[in-house]
């Protein structure tokens, strides 16, 4: 993952110590920090600077490092440039390196470190983080949980037992000639990794799939994965059942695009040109639900742009890996109740030019599924 081409380089020097981890508490550390960024990563001075550096707080900053201190304090194995720096800076070099996506060259140009050193140090943050903030990133696990999933969901356009909203994204990168397999080609001619991630109306990731070249489509990554799996076997939207005003009978879903097939528990809206009252209103409930997939994969590369910009020259089994840990970070960020705020795009369109795929799978189970979901949404918006 070298620099773009074309881009100068300038010599870096050789890596010093930024501090020790007994020095200082966070607030001296960053006063120490701070006055090392050089160049366009040198940002405006005063309390906002940490907060547009990292696009967390204080606060979240400090818990990611009590996740990862073990792990980094243990440093037996690394390079003498690595074990001058405190957890402090190695986190915050990895959070910048996920976060700005830019070159490792250039933000150890930034910081007056090796690009080697930013890379191990951002790569050691990755294999803590996959492990220690695992518990940020998993499927309700009590009745009580998905209880209020469900409740928020139907607040926001009536959908009742709705579990998650599921949806797919392209992380692009640039491969060298040598590794231009065209299983990495996806429907707009850019090598790319898909994300397939299922989110619930916090805007929380729940269940990810993850890893899969870009060439296959959303149905065949979700037919893949693991939830489908045991969505298939029923040891996931298993829960209870509700009962309907008419009486009726609705299990737990999830609801997807006309990307992904439709099935008994997951619901895609009607298609086609002659859409009855009910179906569209149907479908206009479905599109405000699904918003909170489109907002959070919209976020998650806003906020961490190693996943939103081309990679270049990637290790393909290091980036999943990659990719999952902005992931935990997203949902941390969520569970901590962060306030800082990045600028998501109005549209909060995550795939900006890639075209709407269309899953052409019939399921009539699923067609009754949603025929009952409309009749029962025109029965609430009825006087």
Known sequence: MGPASGRKRRKVKPDASISTPEEEDTTDWWDKFSKRITGTLSLSEGSDKFKSFFKISRGTFGYICSLVNED?????SVSRNVKLLSVYDQVAVALRRLGSGDSLSRIGESLGLSQSTVGQVTWRFVESMEVRGLKHLKWPSTEEEMKQIKSKFKRIKGLPNCCGVIDSTHIMMRLPKSDSNEVWFDSEKNHSIV?????????????????????????????????????QREKRLNGKNIELSDG???????????????LPWLITPYHGNELSKIEVEFNKSHSATKMVALRALAMLKERWRIVQRVMLKPEKNKLPRMIFVCCLLHNILIDLKDKVQVKIPSSHYHDSGY???????????????????SVYLVGRLSP
């Open 248 to 262: 009726s009978q609705m299990r737990e879903y999830i609801i997807g695009d006309v990307g992904f097939p439709p």
């Open 195 to 231: 994300l397939q991630a299922i989110v619930d109306p916090d805007m929380r990731i729940r269940d990810i799939s993850i890893g899969w070249p870009g060439s296959m489509n959303a149905s065949t990554i979700l037919q893949s994965s693991g939830f489908f799996n045991l969505c």
């Open 72 to 76: 980094l304090l243990a440093n037996s």
């Open 355 to 373: 075209q709407q795929e269309f899953c052409k799978s019939v399921d009539q189970n699923a067609s009754i599924v949603r025929d009952k979901l």
